[in-house]
């Protein structure tokens, strides 16, 4: 343990985590049209910037700030709802830095590394020593105390937090090659043809967009970086190349401080950036034991408690008996004579008599009407689902009705496709 943790406490006291949240996330197609993609619903009652948050909280940090951007009402409200109980008599802080031309009246924020560069300021005022930069749209459970412990025990300048991936998969990612200690020795930010990991040729080592500093570290890349022309004024991109090159930057494995739910969990982690990972992940909350344990006391996941109703199940009668089989049900929700199974269904959802629902993710506030039949669907919310409404069994016709099919089979029902087949 650092001499400043054993002196002091943690070294989670002496940090502040920075959330990156401004991104739209264009590949969730009509979900992100009103709400960047980090207040997207997940898992029933949460939103994804939840986790990242959740994970600074239970790793003992108390000071957080998150940049927003992209369409942010959605993502601001949440935040003042749910995360409005930082105190600072008690050295906690809270802020939420919407991008606001504090720089020049023609700049927004130009990217992940000017979202930090343009809060400086506000950041100073805190004085805190070290920052953990996050992103906001990842789901997965993690105690940030190791990777800043491993910071400081390795005397790096960055620490970025990395994971194990497919190489196919890759593509996405900025991908790190490391030598026996663990320094970066490369970095490459979305390579066409990744490279593998030593002894494991079908995989490479990728960055999660997890980053560690000293604060007045960054603050100096941050101001050569903002002072050069070429730049586009992303970590990715920018910042963490040049420290590989100019610094010492090291590879925190997320194996070392994933939070598991038994000794023999896989680590969890997801990019539910495209509708296909965002329904696969929220569906697997219905297995008997999925890998993303919601029930877990010892590392809650923090969000705004909506006051709701408690669940209710209506009608027992042969036909039309409200069940739901494999499902997780949300409060303030009434399934009243239906069927659901393997099914995910938010807060203030009303599924009516007859209707079958099957392998959907329903948000919250949609009404499915009597003899609908809803099956391998992300349902967005508010939608009212006519009486007798079919869709999820047959994708061309499905198509052809203007309703989003993906690659994977999954369909995505709005507001507004409902109205255009109503008129």
């Known amino acids: 343990m650092s001499a400043l943790a054993s002196a002091s406490g943690p070294l989670a006291r002496h940090t502040m985590a920075y959330v990156l949240a401004g991104g739209r996330g264009s590949r969730l197609m009509e979900l992100t049209d009103v709400r960047a993609k980090p207040a997207v619903y997940f898992g029933g009652k949460l939103r994804i910037i939840d986790f990242a948050l959740s994970n600074a909280l239970n790793s003992g940090i108390r000071r957080m700030a998150v940049a927003t951007q992209y369409k942010a009402h959605s993502l ?189 969990a896989v680590p969890y982690w997801r990019d539910v950036g495209t509708l296909d990972s965002y329904f696969a992940a929220n569906i697997d909350l219905t297995d008997v034991v999925p890998d993303l344990d919601l029930f877990d006391r010892d590392w809650p996941l923090w969000t705004y408690g909506e006051m709701t109703a408690p669940a209710k199940f209506v009608h027992d009668v042969e036909g039309r008996r409200g069940m739901a089989l494999s499902s997780v049900i949300a409060g303030g929700t009434i399934i009243s004579g239906a069927t659901l199974r393997r099914s995910l269904v938010f807060s203030g959802v009303r599924v009516n008599s007859w209707a079958e629902v099957e392998r959907a993710v329903i948000l919250p506030d949609v009404n499915i009407g009597q003899h609908a039949r809803v099956s391998n669907a992300i349902v967005e919310r508010g939608v009212k689902i006519p009486p007798h409404f079919v869709v999820g069994e047959d994708p061309q016709a499905d198509r052809d009705r203007g309703i989003r099919v993906t690659d994977g089979g999954i369909r995505l029902i709005t507001r507004k496709m409902i109205d255009d087949l109503q008129t």
């Open 76 to 264: 601001i409200r949440h935040l003042q709802r749910g995360w409005n109980f930082f105190r600072s008599e008690r050295n906690e802080s809270f802020d939420i830095l919407p991008a606001s031309q504090r720089v020049a009246e023609d700049k927004w924020y130009l990217g992940t590394a000017d979202a930090v560069f343009q809060n400086i300021d506000i950041i100073e005022s805190y004085e805190p020593k070290y920052i953990i930069i996050l992103a906001g749209d990842h789901v997965y459970k993690m105690d940030y105390e190791p990777m800043l412990q491993q910071h400081v025990d390795q005397g790096a300048d960055v620490t970025v937090g990395c994971l194990e991936v497919p190489r196919a998969e890759a593509t996405g990612f900025g991908v790190i090659h490391v030598d026996a200690s663990d320094r970066i020795i490369a970095f490459q930010e979305k390579p066409a043809d990744p490279p593998a990991m030593p002894g494991k040729p079908d995989m490479a080592l990728a960055s999660m967009g997890i980053y560690v500093f000293e604060t007045r570290f960054l603050f100096e890349a941050l101001r050569a970086d903002a002072a050069d022309p070429g730049s586009s004024h992303d970590f990715g991109k920018d910042i963490i190349p040049r420290l590989v090159r100019e610094a010492k930057a090291v590879a925190h494995s997320f194996e070392k401080s994933c939070v598991r739910s038994t000794a023999d």
